[in-house]
């Protein structure tokens, strides 16, 4: 059978198993030390005959049937900064910590000039004006796509350089 009571600090219902009757417990809402009551101070839920209905042990418990009536904080103004963030090392800063980090992505199909395949001159020349300091990662793509003027679909490569500036 179970204890039924309110917690004496914030009035959260508790249900408790009669075997903890006398016990000392930590409240779940408010945190206090309460001892637990030797019978219900709260009359047990009635019960409804079946109905052929199951019951909905969720909705039927303590926790379902407490109320919580909670302000959000209204504000005229921008809220204050709790943790600042600190100021980045000199070394940091001078390997390019201030610059954002971007995406450049070189298809294979677009680097076709005169009939010559220039992807290798256009990987280089980009990653020459990047600068190795600033070079975060080249990696490889695979892709289809439908080419317009033969209606077939092709598959193609590039790459994809990841970079500070």
Do not use: W
């Not at 005959?49 to 039927?60: C, K, Y």
């Amino acid at each position: 059978m179970d204890i039924i009571f309110d917690c004496p600090n914030c009035q959260q219902e508790l249900v408790v198993d009669s075997a903890g009757a006398g016990t000392e417990i930590d409240c779940p809402a408010c945190g206090e030390t309460i001892t637990i009551p030797r019978q219900s101070t709260k009359p047990a839920p009635e019960v409804a005959p079946p109905t052929g209905q199951p019951v909905n042990p969720i909705a039927a418990s303590a926790a379902a049937k407490v109320e919580k009536h909670l302000k959000v904080p209204v504000r005229d103004k921008p809220s204050e900064l709790l943790i600042k963030k600190g100021d980045a090392p000199v070394e940091v800063v001078t390997k390019g910590a201030g610059k954002k980090i971007r995406l450049h992505t070189i298809r294979h199909a677009t680097c076709y000039e005169s009939g010559h395949d220039r992807f290798d001159d256009k990987v280089t020349e980009f990653l020459n004006e990047v600068g190795e300091a600033n070079l975060m990662g080249v990696h490889t793509v695979h892709y289809t796509y439908v080419d317009i003027a033969s209606q077939k679909t092709l598959s193609d490569f590039g790459v994809l350089i990841v970079y500070r500036g």
